[in-house]
């Protein structure tokens, strides 16, 4: 779903989504490296992509006016409360301003799986979503193997078991 919005950055965060040259950084691609990923989440646990080499993490861009966001969560936490504990993390990301952050809340009351306001972040190299929703899939060693972007393709259970499963450590 393409809307223009306003995502609320401090100028510290914005200073590291912007290069040298003055460029906006480009939406990492399928095979690159995740890029850092530095945010608190709702319940004000810190949450570091980084620090989570060795899982499978899903990285969700959204936000509570998109529909096609809010079709794909139920799918997530579906997804999610089966394979956590198999090694899959997740962070949703609201792309919505800090005035927002009560509608967030009360939307991530229905989920089990964590959640963040974008505007948060100490450390976004994905930079800023143009379209929602947008999906990152990365493997145990950090590299991006699989983008649901704008919901092409659907996320759905079925979608992620075939991004995620052979992702998995086989025990």
């Not at 078991?161 to 052979?166: E, K, N, S």
Request: hydrophobic share 45%.
């Amino acid at each position: 779903m393409k809307r223009l919005f306003t995502i609320c950055f401090p100028l510290p965060a914005l200073a590291l989504a912007v290069g040298l040259s003055g460029s906006v950084i480009a939406s990492p691609s399928v095979g690159q490296a995740a890029p850092a990923l530095k945010v608190a989440q709702l319940d004000g646990q810190p949450f570091d992509l980084s620090a989570l080499r060795g899982k499978v993490v899903i990285v969700n861009f959204w936000a509570t006016w998109c529909p096609p966001c809010g079709a794909e969560m139920p799918q997530f936490d579906t997804f999610y409360k089966q394979y956590h504990l198999q090694g899959v993390e997740m962070i949703a990301l609201s792309a919505e301003r800090s005035h927002a952050r009560r509608d967030v809340r009360k939307t991530m009351e229905k989920y089990t799986f964590p959640a963040a306001m974008l505007c948060d972040a100490k450390a976004n190299g994905f930079g800023d979503p143009d379209d929602l929703p947008d999906t990152y899939v990365i493997d145990t060693n950090g590299v991006i193997q699989a983008k649901f972007l704008a919901g092409k393709p659907q996320v759905t259970v079925k979608s992620l078991t075939d991004a995620v499963i052979p992702l998995l450590p086989q025990k």
